[in-house]
């Protein structure tokens, strides 16, 4: 198999944010670090939702330090939702693959190069940040969320099948076509919609390769996984379900 070198290849990281504005220094010198050294050619793309926090500043200031080709900004007016965020962001990505993942600190750019080896190696559609394989863990997770992740995995994995062990992570590397390809036919909004994207990628026949992550929970601000989006986790579920 001849691979395409680093060189060909362009990694744009889609960091949809929305208060983010102690996290996103932090997790842009972290990507900028991995990628670096790993001499993978990327572009980071922040989506920020309108942040009353004054994300955007911030943002503005790390596009002055690490230059406008490596930080993108594409701000828009108020909180719109992650898939829209996606789309949003995959019409401005200049690379042939996409990274999606937290701003908050929950994924660790270190496992970057590995996501992309495990691409390479099997020339994989898609690469999903697995938290329960392998060394793959969670923490400064209570017991009740990782009862809840866990039980949100086990549900989606009895009622649809999909073939990949983590479907609620949303660090993952995907083709840029196939990523354009899952978010036109996804209809879920929030938690759900990363699931689906997954569901989707099962029916269309993509090969899916996972990456164990240790999932480090937000480091600064409460968890956005609140008790109204587990309820409106699992109706997403049950409506996935009856239409899969």
């Known amino acids: 198999i001849i691979h ?3 060189r060909n290849d362009k990694y744009s990281v889609l960091l949809p944010t929305y208060n983010e504005r102690e996290n996103l220094p932090l997790i842009v010198w972290l990507l900028v670090k991995y990628f670096g050294e790993s001499g993978y050619n990327y572009e980071i793309i922040v989506i920020d939702d309108g ?14 330090i690490y230059g406008e080709d490596k930080i993108l900004l594409r701000p828009r007016e108020k909180k719109l939702g992650l898939g829209t965020a996606y789309i949003h962001g995959i019409k401005h990505a200049t690379g042939n693959f996409i990274f999606i ?30 938290r329960y394989q392998g060394n793959g863990g969670v923490y400064g997770w209570d017991l009740r969320r990782k009862l809840i992740s866990r039980g ?29 390809s899952l978010v036109e036919r996804c209809v879920s909004k929030g938690y759900v919609f990363q699931m689906e994207m997954i569901v989707r990628a099962r029916q269309l026949n993509y090969t899916i390769g996972e990456v164990p992550i240790s999932f480090v929970d937000r480091v600064y601000g409460e968890s956005k996984l609140g008790g109204n989006e587990i309820v409106s986790f699992v109706k997403g579920l049950l409506t996935l379900f009856a239409t899969t």
Do not use: C
């Open 152 to 180: 949100a995995n086990f549900l989606t994995q009895v009622l649809l099948r999909p073939g990949a062990s983590d479907l609620t992570g949303s660090f993952r590397l995907y083709k840029k076509k196939v990523l354009e």
């Open 51 to 64: 942040s009353p926090d004054g994300t955007l500043e911030i943002a503005e200031q790390l596009q002055k």
């Open 101 to 130: 993942m937290d701003a908050d600190l929950s994924h660790h750019p270190k496992f970057i190069p590995e996501f992309i080896e495990k691409q390479k190696e099997g020339n994989y559609d898609l690469v999903s940040g697995t």
């Open 4 to 6: 395409k070198g680093p």
